[in-house]
């Protein structure tokens, strides 16, 4: 069974950064895509970043290119989405989720989710 726990969530001020984490277990990952959306209050989920993590090819949403930064650790199984120059707008609940198909950058691609972990960026 497939499980992802995120963290790293937090109050944070505009301009600084944050990294969030994806614990993945369950199974082995090397053929899976990875990857992290967010939600805003009375908004649909968005991609942010996705990861193949044989391979490592990144897919990143327009937003956050050049802000953000996806990686993944193979010896503790885990993602992480490194977060520079947050700005208010990027306040959302994070979400973490993992496919063995895709396509990665969108939310239909996805069966495994995690619970979310939530990002604040104060102005």
């Known amino acids: 069974q497939v499980q992802l726990v995120e963290s790293g969530g937090g109050l944070v001020q505009a301009g600084g950064s944050l990294r969030l984490s994806c614990a993945a277990s369950?199974?082995?990952?090397?053929?899976?895509?990875m990857g992290w959306f967010r939600q805003a209050p009375g908004k649909e989920r968005t991609f942010v970043a996705a990861?193949?993590?044989?391979?490592?090819?990144?897919y990143y949403a327009d937003s956050v290119k050049g802000r953000f930064t996806i990686s993944r650790d193979n010896a503790k199984n885990t993602v992480y989405l490194q977060m520079n120059s947050l700005k208010p707008e990027d306040s959302a609940v994070y979400y973490c989720?993992?496919?063995?198909?895709?396509?990665?950058?969108?939310?239909?691609?996805?069966?495994?989710w995690g619970q979310g972990t939530q990002v604040t960026v104060s102005s």
């Open positions: 989720a993992a496919d063995p198909m895709g396509p990665p950058v969108v939310v239909g691609g996805y069966r495994h």
């Open positions: 990861i193949r993590w044989s391979g490592g090819n990144t």
């Open positions: 369950g199974r082995s990952f090397s053929s899976y895509f």
